[in-house]
């Protein structure tokens, strides 16, 4: 069993609807929790950065933590053609100086018009 | 303006031979990484420096090397061991504990 779980997709939503990205986690060491969105041949982009349980708005964007279900989301409001991506989930412990990440697989999602 | 670079954007390696793939930072950062990113793999950790002169290996290290002389840079070799190199490698870098990282554009490796 992988440490991180995220369903691949491809997820495809009509433009305005909201969209619910998620993924599970085994380790319950991990304690910081981030999403990134991944343009097809691009680098990564960090999006949302969460370290309690609860939610986290940016503008179009909350990131849900529930760490006694060891479960995260990301919501997208009123979703747009240009948030067609991969959407990456990453968590690391709280252990050491090294900030080694796990990630997701990633979960491709398309906004049609 | 402050990023990281990557280059270069496409590589190509002939059987048997050695490629360097360059990445440089001017966040003034600490920590670099390099991961390599599979269809339906995610990203996996191949190497990870904290400080000039120092690095550990990550997950499949195997076939790989890297040197961290400048704080800026941080290269990757991968080497004729590496049987199947073909994949998007990518490299971040971060300030460490507590923080989070930022990756740079990519390079793509191909083999001939």
């Known amino acids: 069993q992988k440490e991180v779980e995220q369903d691949p997709g491809p997820l495809s939503v009509p433009e305005g609807a909201i969209v619910s990205l998620n993924c599970t986690y085994s380790?319950?060491?991990?304690?910081?929790f981030m999403w990134y969105r991944q343009y097809s041949r691009k680098g990564p982009e960090l999006l949302m950065y969460t370290y309690s349980s609860g939610n986290k708005e940016d503008g179009r964007f909350t990131a849900q933590v529930d760490k006694s279900s060891k479960y995260i989301s990301l919501f997208i409001r009123d979703s747009q053609p240009s948030d067609s991506a991969t959407y990456l989930c990453a968590m690391r412990s709280d252990t050491g100086t090294a900030s080694k990440l796990t990630f997701g697989t990633g979960t491709r999602l398309q906004v049609t018009l | 303006d402050g990023g990281i670079t990557q280059s270069p954007k496409y590589l190509f390696r002939k059987e048997g031979q050695n490629v360097t793939l360059s990445c440089e930072q001017n966040l003034n950062h600490d920590a670099m990484y390099w991961y390599r990113q599979d269809p339906g793999q995610g990203l996996r950790l191949i190497y990870y420096s904290q400080i000039v002169n120092d690095f550990q290996k990550g997950d499949i290290a195997e076939g790989y090397s890297v040197s961290r002389e400048k704080k800026e840079s941080f290269p990757l070799t991968v080497t004729s061991a590496q049987k199947n190199p073909t994949a998007f490698y990518l490299c971040?870098?971060?300030?460490?504990?507590?923080?989070?990282?930022?990756f740079g554009p990519g390079t793509r490796l191909l083999v001939l």
């Open positions: 971040a870098s971060g300030t460490g504990s507590r923080e989070t990282q930022y």
């Open positions: 380790n319950s060491a991990f304690q910081y």
